[in-house]
């Protein structure tokens, strides 16, 4: 590096004496570190590593496919006792007439409750007193 702290004429980085016998990261895992910018160094980048960031291909496919595989394993679980037969039979037999007046009162409570948070959160007024 020169005074101004950037790599060199010859673009190689300068021998550091405790690094020299580093394992080195692949061309395919990392990639180089960026000069961030004013407005990336304001906002900060969410990581210890600062602007690098490991490329994995297909990871957005790997986290959807563990979301999946998790998501299935619970379902098993929280259904595997049901008798779906049973569900069946009952959802045959119910009286949906109740249906309305249960999704009406359903109504009511969830407006109830956004407006008891909005109480709660809602700036402080000056007094008139």
């Not at 049973?86 to 359903?106: E, K, M």
């Amino acid at each position: 590096m020169n005074a101004t702290g950037s790599l060199s004429d010859t673009g190689t980085m300068p021998r550091v004496p405790a690094m020299e016998n580093a394992p080195r990261a692949s061309a395919h895992l990392a990639t180089e570190a960026q000069p961030a910018s004013a407005s990336e160094r304001a906002r900060g980048s969410g990581s210890l590593l600062g602007s690098r960031r490991l490329h994995v291909p297909h990871a957005r496919s790997l986290i959807y496919i563990g979301i999946a595989c998790v998501t299935g394993f619970f379902s098993y679980l929280a259904l595997r006792g049901v008798d779906f037969a049973g569900v069946g039979r009952a959802l045959a037999h119910s009286n949906y007439g109740w249906l309305v007046p249960a999704l009406g009162a359903f109504g009511l409570a969830a407006l109830a409750r956004a407006l008891r948070w909005r109480a709660l959160f809602a700036p402080e007024r000056p007094r008139a007193w």
